[in-house]
């Protein structure tokens, strides 16, 4: 995991301090993403980087389509229950469309939730990158179908070990430790995905 200092932040996105932590307090930007470091100056903030660069280009983005309490609302872990059928997953452009053959033989439910959505969005980014086949993919989302329970808020990482593809999910903001002989292919916020999705497709979820 990377992280940025809240200075870099700052400066690389042109949002205040003050803008910071009032999307702190409205629930925009989960508490947990604010890290505490020692620094010589004493202690200083920093972020995980590419959680807090892609909800602030999120925010950014949205704000003006939506108020400030919708956007929290839609990055909240309550919107986990909104659904969207199998027939509709042909119109989120994030989705693979070579895949939906083996989502639907795998998951084999006719109602996907949103964080169903953000980790097929996940693998379908995963599928596009050098050197990851048809075949990889689709094992990726064998895998993922095991999956569904899991709570919101996590990060997806998909890795390569013996010849084989694998998924592993672990809370935002815990750093992964892998052995030398495991590559490391992807890795995604699925709390940014997810985020994301509900804003773009808003109107597609039935629980809206």
């Given at each position: 995991?990377?992280?940025?200092?809240?200075?870099?932040?700052?400066?690389?996105?042109?949002?205040?301090?003050?803008?910071?932590?009032?999307?702190?307090?409205?629930?925009?930007?989960?508490?947990?993403?604010?890290?505490?470091?020692?620094?010589?100056?004493?202690?200083?903030?920093?972020?995980?980087?590419?959680?807090?660069?892609?909800?602030?280009?999120?925010?950014?983005?949205?704000?003006?389509?939506?108020?400030?309490?919708q956007?929290?609302?839609?990055?909240s872990?309550?919107?986990?229950?909104?659904?969207?059928?199998?027939?509709?997953?042909?119109?989120?452009?994030?989705?693979?469309?070579?895949?939906?053959?083996?989502?639907?033989?795998?998951?084999?439910?006719?109602?996907?939730?949103?964080?169903?959505?953000?980790?097929?969005?996940?693998?379908?980014?995963?599928s596009?990158?050098?050197?990851?086949?048809?075949?990889?993919?689709?094992?990726?989302?064998?895998?993922?179908?095991?999956?569904?329970?899991?709570?919101?808020?996590?990060?997806?990482?998909?890795?390569?070990?013996?010849?084989?593809?694998?998924?592993?999910?672990?809370?935002?903001?815990?750093?992964?430790?892998?052995?030398?002989?495991?590559?490391?292919?992807?890795?995604?916020?699925?709390?940014?995905?997810?985020?994301?999705?509900?804003?773009k497709?808003?109107?597609?979820?039935?629980?809206?």
């Amino acid at each position: 995991m990377y992280l940025i200092s809240k200075k870099d932040l700052l400066a690389l996105t042109g949002i205040s301090y003050g803008q910071l932590y009032r999307w702190k307090r409205q629930r925009l930007i989960p508490e947990e993403w604010f890290i505490k470091r020692p620094s010589y100056t004493g202690q200083e903030t920093f972020f995980p980087r590419e959680q807090i660069l892609s909800r602030i280009n999120s925010i950014l983005e949205g704000k003006d389509k939506y108020s400030l309490e919708q956007l929290a609302q839609l990055f909240s872990p309550d919107a986990v229950n909104n659904t969207i059928s199998f027939e509709m997953l042909s119109s989120i452009s994030e989705i693979n469309l070579r895949l939906l053959p083996i989502i639907k033989a795998e998951y084999g439910k006719t109602e996907y939730k949103i964080f169903d959505l953000a980790l097929l969005e996940a693998i379908s980014r995963t599928s596009e990158k050098p050197g990851v086949s048809e075949e990889n993919a689709h094992s990726l989302v064998r895998k993922a179908a095991s999956l569904q329970s899991k709570p919101y808020g996590q990060t997806y990482t998909a890795f390569s070990a013996g010849g084989s593809m694998y998924i592993v999910l672990t809370r935002d903001c815990e750093q992964l430790q892998f052995d030398r002989s495991i590559k490391v292919i992807d890795t995604h916020s699925l709390r940014e995905l997810a985020g994301k999705l509900n804003i773009k497709y808003r109107s597609f979820f039935k629980n809206f």
